[in-house]
């Protein structure tokens, strides 16, 4: 099984290209993106030196499910899939912030908590909550969008707006948005005997119109707990069975890793890796309730530039 980890294409009338943690955006004509989602795999906003197979073509495919999911509650990048890790879409301006959308006290908003915040982005926060509770209904706890390497940054509706970083009526529309987004994903989730813990979305704007992009519901930027044992787990005081990537930083933190200066990645050797890329399947199957059909990985680069060549020739 090979990994994509690495992309160096020229399409026809690329104009730049912006290399992500685990994504590579092709600029075609400043009008589209060509979104290429790699094997590369971060933790601790850390790139982990070794790709996992398939990883980007469940993540591309799980995203493209939801956005298709999702288009009749708000426009969305996507145009097309041409290839199981590709998506061609709309080049948008994006808005300075990410919309995090929180229905349980769980992972960072549970550590604030804990350190004796009752306020998280300017919602107040009741007390005498347990982690993992559920709050009466979705919060949405901001942050700025901040550049590789940093931290995202925690910020209150009221500084977005007063900063000027997106005016008082888009970002109401964002929230709207992002709610209504959240309770379609947590509808679809129930179906598939899962919780949607929190997720976080990005837009955009186009000629005015506000568009929904990059990814959407997947296992990277999303937390799901299982349905059947959630209430149990919680009466008992248990940690919860996660549906994410957390089990990538568990194994890195078991290891003495949590990103800080000095501490040494531990190997990851062919079993880990081939483990990791087994529970990014069973992540895509539990998610999207479909069987994963692993793509040709014999020349990943030229399939993905013959795909892509292949759809920029129609337009």
Same mark, same amino acid.
Request: hydrophobic letters at 35%.
């Given at each position: 099984?090979?990994?994509?980890?690495?992309?160096?294409?020229?399409?026809?009338?690329?104009?730049?290209?912006?290399?992500?943690?685990?994504?590579?955006?092709?600029?075609?004509?400043?009008?589209?993106?060509?979104?290429?989602?790699?094997?590369?795999?971060?933790?601790?906003?850390?790139?982990?030196?070794?790709?996992?197979?398939?990883?980007?073509?469940?993540?591309?495919?799980?995203?493209?499910?939801?956005?298709?999911?999702?288009?009749?509650?708000?426009?969305?990048?996507?145009?097309?899939?041409?290839?199981?890790?590709?998506?061609?879409?709309?080049?948008?301006?994006?808005?300075?912030?990410?919309?995090?959308?929180?229905?349980?006290?769980?992972?960072?908003?549970?550590?604030?908590?804990?350190?004796?915040?009752?306020?998280?982005?300017?919602?107040?926060?009741?007390?005498?909550?347990?982690?993992?509770?559920?709050?009466?209904?979705?919060?949405?706890?901001?942050?700025?969008?901040?550049?590789?390497?940093?931290?995202?940054?925690?910020?209150?509706?009221?500084?977005?707006?007063?900063?000027?970083?997106?005016?008082?009526?888009?970002?109401?529309?964002?929230?709207?948005?992002?709610?209504?987004?959240?309770?379609?994903?947590?509808?679809?989730?129930?179906?598939?005997?899962?919780?949607?813990?929190?997720?976080?979305?990005?837009?955009?704007?186009?000629?005015?119109?506000?568009?929904?992009? *990059? /990814? $959407?519901?997947?296992?990277? %930027?999303? &937390? =799901?707990?299982? #349905?059947?044992?959630?209430?149990?787990?919680?009466?008992?005081?248990?940690?919860?069975?996660?549906?994410?990537?957390?089990?990538?930083?568990?194994?890195?933190?078991?290891?003495?890793?949590?990103?800080?200066?000095?501490?040494?990645?531990?190997?990851?050797? *062919? /079993? $880990?890796?081939?483990?990791? %890329?087994? &529970? =990014?399947?069973? #992540?895509?199957?539990?998610?999207?309730?479909?069987?994963?059909?692993?793509?040709?990985?014999?020349?990943?680069?030229?399939?993905?530039?013959?795909?892509?060549?292949?759809?920029?020739?129609?337009?």
């Amino acid at each position: 099984m090979k990994a994509l980890t690495k992309t160096e294409f020229n399409f026809r009338n690329q104009k730049s290209v912006y290399i992500g943690k685990v994504r590579d955006v092709y600029n075609i004509d400043n009008d589209l993106m060509v979104m290429i989602v790699t094997d590369r795999i971060s933790a601790f906003d850390i790139v982990l030196p070794k790709g996992i197979p398939f990883k980007g073509q469940v993540l591309n495919q799980i995203a493209a499910k939801f956005l298709d999911a999702t288009s009749d509650i708000v426009p969305n990048w996507k145009i097309s899939s041409p290839d199981p890790m590709v998506t061609i879409g709309h080049k948008c301006e994006p808005y300075p912030v990410e919309m995090i959308v929180r229905a349980y006290l769980t992972g960072s908003s549970w550590r604030e908590y804990k350190n004796g915040a009752r306020e998280i982005c300017g919602v107040k926060i009741p007390e005498g909550m347990k982690e993992h509770q559920a709050f009466d209904k979705p919060i949405i706890t901001p942050t700025t969008k901040a550049n590789q390497g940093f931290h995202d940054e925690n910020i209150t509706r009221e500084q977005i707006i007063a900063q000027k970083l997106i005016n008082e009526e888009e970002y109401r529309k964002l929230e709207d948005y992002s709610l209504k987004l959240f309770e379609r994903g947590t509808q679809i989730a129930k179906e598939k005997g899962l919780i949607l813990v929190d997720t976080k979305y990005e837009f955009g704007n186009k000629d005015g119109i506000i568009y929904l992009i *990059d /990814e $959407i519901h997947t296992p990277d %930027s999303s &937390r =799901y707990f299982y #349905l059947d044992t959630y209430q149990k787990r919680f009466d008992a005081g248990e940690n919860q069975h996660q549906l994410s990537k957390e089990f990538v930083r568990e194994w890195l933190m078991e290891n003495n890793f949590k990103g800080q200066e000095g501490e040494i990645l531990p190997e990851m050797n *062919d /079993e $880990i890796v081939n483990s990791i %890329s087994e &529970r =990014y399947i069973e #992540l895509y199957e539990k998610i999207t309730g479909e069987t994963f059909v692993k793509a040709n990985t014999n020349d990943i680069e030229n399939r993905i530039h013959d795909n892509v060549d292949g759809f920029l020739k129609l337009i």
